[in-house]
């Protein structure tokens, strides 16, 4: 059950950078964001990562294409692209997307990898996905012909393309390397990428003149979003495969909506209820035979 609790907290961080990427939007550069984002998750990481990552290095030179592979689409392109785009796209555009990511994650494990998809999974995304149309069209789901596309919105679906491609190639990852040090290696490698185009965008080497409210985002995508939701979906994927966690990325446009009526007194009506209760339907028909599976496999294993 910790890894379904993970999955729960991931989305929840990831709302929040959302939110919070948005709203800086017009006084931060976008990479430069991703820069001090991941520049700061590093910092914090470095004492307790350096000494593991010394210890583990034959590992990681043995497998060091894989892990930059691994680096680059998560850490270096997925938040990056995600703060290209909101420059320029909708909240409602952006979340739209989102919802494309377990779609993706199940049709990229059954082309490459032939992963069985059952009824129940496609029954649940379906169910979560009209929950999302539901909740970001209020109900009236007339209002997606009225949606436009921008470039925005290409960065927004580039960045759900390298976030499927790495769910799916996570379980190649070597078992002996242990998590916390592929995290921090992931930083190091995502954040040398990121650099020489923050470097691009600023100009050169220049100091920026921060506002405060820019400083209290980096402290806090730094912490929630990349530092524990990036551990927390790794854990996630490890135990219970990219197609299952992928469901869980639904939550976001939930945790957003809750977010935004918590912290900015919006107004809570019926179709945010229906959109959620459609989309927590979705993840439990989904999980659900995962669950009875275990469940019964574990009782097999009691009476042997």
Known sequence: MTAYLLLILTPLFWAGNHVAAKGVADIADPLLMAFLRWGLAFLILLPFWLPKAIRQWPIIKAHFPLLFWLSLTSVGCFNTFIYLGVETTTATNTTLLHAIIPILILLLNR??????????????????????????????????????????????????????????????????????????????????????????????????????????????????????????????????????????????????????????????????LVGIALIVLGIWLAVVRRVIVGIRQNRTKTVN
């Open 111 to 272: 082309l490459f990898f032939k992963e069985h998809v059952s009824g129940l999974q496609w029954l649940g995304i379906v169910a979560s996905l009209m929950g999302v149309l539901v909740l970001i069209t209020q109900g009236d789901l007339q209002r997606i012909a009225s949606l436009h596309l921008n470039l925005g919105d290409v960065w927004i679906l580039a960045a759900i393309v390298t976030w499927a491609l790495y769910s799916i190639t996570l379980k190649f990852k070597p078992k002996e390397l242990e998590p916390f040090t592929f995290f921090g290696l992931s930083v190091l490698i995502g954040l040398l990428v990121i650099f020489p185009f923050a470097l691009f965008e600023q100009g050169g080497f220049v100091v920026p003149a921060l506002e405060t409210p820019v400083w209290a985002v980096v402290v806090y995508i730094a912490i929630f979003p990349s530092i524990l939701a990036y551990s927390f979906w790794n854990r996630g994927v490890a135990q219970l495969g990219a197609s299952t966690a992928g469901l869980f990325i639904y939550l976001i446009p939930v945790f957003g909506t809750l977010l935004s009526i918590v912290v900015l007194n919006e107004t809570m009506h019926s179709f945010h």
